[in-house]
RNA sequence: GCGCCCGUAGCUCAGUUGGAUAGAGCAACGGACUUCUAAUCCGUAGGUCACUGGUUCGAAUCCAGUCGGGCGUGCCA
């Protein structure tokens, strides 16, 4: 349907820039977006414009009249004729505009020739996006809010892609800190406890199931053997075990990172210091009680930020700030960032560096997701079997699948927080949206069977030249100006950053699809596989249509689409 | 105290850079269906968009303030 909106834009603006130098007015474009907007009546036409109101003040008429004024100017072409029905004038001074059925089922030809590339748009084309999203620490196995932020993270790079991005995605591996030093004590702890050696277990040491399974594998392994080792060799082998096993969770879960960075790549290259001293050269860093400060403040945080302790350790963030500089110098012109709800106040002091270190501040852009509410029979579900105090990723997946968990945690705005109901999520029926999508898909299969067992073939039907003017109940031309939708749809996605629309999206379209299947039961002459052949035709391109899209979306989201349920 | 997120139907949530009479699903209520094209279908009702003020042709949306909820506020990562 974009063209068909192009069109109509490029005439409306048209109609505008003649009339404007008619009158000598001097109009501010930007003022007047968005041109078009899908009405929510459908009364209200097909597609509607309110530039008339906007423009009152400066062309010193009443909206209506300019109304009038526009549409007679955009009825002289013989272009908008053909696609459209009736251009009307409504309300305080909208111009709705109904397309025509040739319109309509245009859009349907031109899924079904394009197929999967239908979607595709330029939206951030020549952009070199890294988007580096879950990033969980290397000291235990991912929970339920890394299982959201990865589906999150996962679907926003496909959709990035169909607008024609390139990108990146990795996983940041924090394998450096006083965190694996404590992780590193705890092992070895309980290590020597497998071994009836009675020592004490560090204070706020890693009390997880999984650190003591991990230890007594360790003592099947090489019984004693290891008694002299320090922690760190216990920490070097739990952060392999954990990073294996997160990485095999997030297969299982269809997530593949490009690359898993390591933090230590950033100290073994030097970057520390060269970040530091380039903020040194622009002036951003001053001593003071032994530490070196970045003058954080000068960009809107709080506090300025230590980047050297006293005791000559780098922080966190000076690290985190090479990194970061790393993933420029590694010719990224965006940086995309996905982090949970603990880590918000510490935007401002990364948003500043970056622009310290002269990137423009709109090239670095963090999502934050935040916490997840697992409800189980409607109550609260905080206990995990194997972890204790938090719900684990395998879990939730184990207890509602891939499929669904994804779609439910993709299904809301990702910087709310979530309750997700599992009993829902594992519902095989039409209360579960994602089943309900997955469901339509298959249903389609199902049309295509039945058109078989009929006696026809399927690999003889040539969709794209089927004669879609068939297609004339208000119903079936519904459903074609939704999937028209779809390239709009992930177009305000990418843009927004915002992906939860892709499955509601979906959901809705499912509706209409399921909605008009119904209808052959009470009326059958609406029945999509009939006797009559050329009805049958048109409407097989109709679900064709659908799968398409439906199949399309679903793939976005890392959600099969089954062909049978 | 300060910062971020949030407050829309009984519940869970949409609401397209401000647009027309604020929408879905579930639950509720009322019907249909005794069988088919596979996991019922159709309909009804339900609202002070937390509150107050402001901006304008127009505000759930933007601004200021108030109230309420969640999270954060390390020289941890």
């Known amino acids: 349907m974009i063209d068909l909106i192009k069109t ?18 001097d109009v501010d474009y930007n003022s007047l977006y968005p041109i078009l907007e899908f009405p929510r009546d459908k009364n209200h036409g097909d597609i509607a414009t309110s530039v008339a109101m906007k423009l009152a003040r400066v062309f010193r008429k009443s909206p209506h009249q300019i109304a009038q004024l526009l549409c007679d100017r955009i009825r002289n072409h013989a272009i908008i004729n053909s696609i459209t029905d009736a251009i009307e004038i409504a309300g305080a001074g909208f111009i709705n505009f109904s397309f025509s059925q040739s319109a309509v089922t245009s859009i349907l030809q031109k899924i079904i020739l394009k197929k999967s590339d239908y979607g595709i748009t330029n939206q951030r084309t020549g952009e070199k996006i890294i988007l580096e999203f879950v990033s969980a620490n290397p000291t235990g196995p991912l929970n339920a809010v890394n299982a959201r932020a990865a589906a999150v993270g996962d679907v926003l790079a496909n959709i990035l892609q169909k607008a024609s991005a390139q990108v990146h995605r990795e996983f940041y591996i924090n394998d450096v800190g006083n965190q694996v ?52 060799f216990f920490a070097e082998h739990a952060i392999t075990h954990n990073v294996t096993r997160q990485k095999t969770d997030l297969e299982k879960y269809n997530v593949r990172f490009d690359t898993w960075f390591s933090e230590k790549t950033i100290h073994n290259q030097n970057l520390l210091d060269c970040a530091f001293k380039q903020l040194q050269a622009g002036g951003y860093i001053y001593e003071k009680e032994g530490k070196q400060w970045f003058a954080s403040t000068r960009f809107g945080d709080d506090n300025d930020r230590v980047m050297i302790r006293d005791n000559g350790i780098p922080t966190y963030f000076m690290a985190d700030t090479a990194y970061h500089q790393n993933k420029f110098d590694r010719s990224f012109n965006h940086l995309i960032d996905i982090w949970g709800p603990d880590h918000h106040g510490y935007i401002p002091r990364m948003s500043g560096v970056l622009q310290a270190l002269g990137h423009p501040a709109d090239s670095f852009t963090v999502l934050i997701v935040q916490q997840v509410n697992l409800l189980k029979d409607g109550q609260p579900y905080k206990m995990s079997k194997r972890a204790g105090r938090f719900i684990l990723m395998e879990d939730v997946i184990e207890e509602v699948g891939t499929d669904a968990a994804r779609f439910f945690f993709v299904m809301r705005t990702s910087d709310s927080q979530l309750d997700f109901d599992l009993d829902l999520a594992k519902k095989h029926t039409a209360d579960n949206p994602c089943f309900y999508v997955q469901y339509a898909h298959a249903r389609i299969h199902s049309i295509y069977t039945k058109y078989e067992e009929q006696g026809y073939s399927l690999k003889d039907t040539d969709f794209s030249s089927a004669d879609l003017a068939v297609l004339s109940a208000p ?41 008009y299947y119904n209808l052959g039961k009470e009326r059958s002459e609406l029945r999509i596989v009939s006797d009559n052949e050329a009805a049958t035709r048109a409407r097989l391109a109709l679900v064709t249509g659908l799968k398409i899209i439906i199949g399309e979306g679903l793939s976005l989201l890392g959600v099969s689409a089954p062909e049978s349920m």
């Open 475 to 515: 119903e079936e031309l519904d459903i074609i100006k939704k999937l028209g939708q779809y390239p709009q749809i992930l177009a305000s996605c990418a843009q927004t950053l915002d992906v939860h629309h892709l499955p509601y999206y979906l959901y809705e379209l499912s509706s209409l699809f399921h909605n």
């Open 8 to 25: 109509i834009e490029d005439n409306i603006l048209a109609a505008v820039t003649q009339i404007s130098s008619e009158l000598n007015a």
């Open 181 to 232: 030093d404590l992780l590193g004590r705890s092992v070895k702890a309980r290590y020597e406890q497998a071994l009836n050696i009675e020592v004490e277990f560090p204070e706020d040491g890693y009390h997880g199931e999984y650190i003591t399974d991990m230890a007594k594998d360790l003592v099947l392994k090489y019984g004693s053997s290891l008694l002299e080792k320090d922690p760190s």
